[in-house]
């Protein structure tokens, strides 16, 4: 069974652009949630989908927006980059609620 | 709010034990374990439900206490490949899959 994909693995950008991860989840997975990984701020949640619909937000600024397909791939946007965006983010996959949660690699963003 | 873990790191010489523990000021409905080494993701061990339902790997065991809000990671006959840092995320009934991560623990084993 295919685990978690996240592309691209890594990413450099200029501030002030924009940048779109993407993640695939495990075949029959629906929930798929983000997280940005920082060394200060450690595991912090961005958002979840579920069938199509973001289900639960984190505090994150609006310039972090998700969607999800209709078949459970999720991508994420951030608009406007600051340095401070510079993070491992993870997406990780869920079959639901009181499920396991499995972590994709990661896309490592340096905002430059 | 953040879960509280304790320690925030241990070291180990082969073979001895190590508890983990995460502290919740929350009413939970489950709690989440992950191992992460340097450079990589999140592995998953194991999952605690309230009502005491758990699935994970068989040689990691843990509790939770729903009364205190607290669960615990134990780690036995610890080998060299049990470094890492452990997290342990938590999530509250009604909110999906959102996990709130500790800050983590890190667990050096030595030879």
């Known amino acids: 069974k295919a685990g978690v994909t996240q592309t691209p693995r890594y990413l450099i950008k200029t501030r002030g652009q924009q940048v779109t991860l993407s993640c695939s989840p495990i075949?029959?997975?629906?929930?798929v949630s983000w997280y940005q990984q920082t060394p200060g701020q450690g595991l912090q949640f961005l958002f979840e989908?579920?069938?199509?619909?973001?289900?639960n937000k984190g505090n994150f600024p609006g310039r972090f927006s998700g969607r999800q397909f209709s078949n459970s791939r999720s991508e994420m946007n951030v608009s406007t980059l600051e340095l401070g965006d510079s993070a491992l983010y993870l997406c990780?996959?869920?079959f639901g609620q009181g499920a396991e949660a499995f972590f994709g690699q990661g896309t490592r963003l340096t905002v430059v | 709010q953040q879960p509280v873990q304790s320690p925030q790191a241990v070291i180990l010489r082969e073979g001895e034990d190590a508890v983990i523990n995460c502290s919740s000021s929350?009413?939970?409905?489950?709690v989440h374990w992950y191992r992460q080494k340097h450079g990589e993701a999140p592995v998953f061990l194991m999952i605690?439900?309230?009502?005491?339902e758990q699935k994970g790997h068989e040689k990691i065991s843990a509790s939770f206490n729903e009364k205190k809000q607290q669960s615990s990671l134990y780690l036995t006959a610890s080998q060299l490949s049990y470094s890492g840092t452990y997290f342990c995320?938590?999530?509250?009934?009604?909110?999906?899959?959102?996990?709130?991560f500790g800050a983590g623990t890190i667990l050096r084993v030595k030879s």
């Open positions: 990780a996959s869920s």
């Open positions: 075949s029959g997975h629906r929930s």
């Open positions: 989908y579920f069938s199509e619909t973001q289900r």
């Open positions: 929350k009413a939970l409905y489950s």
């Open positions: 605690l439900l309230k009502g005491g």
């Open positions: 995320g938590t999530a509250e009934a009604g909110y999906g899959n959102k996990l709130v």
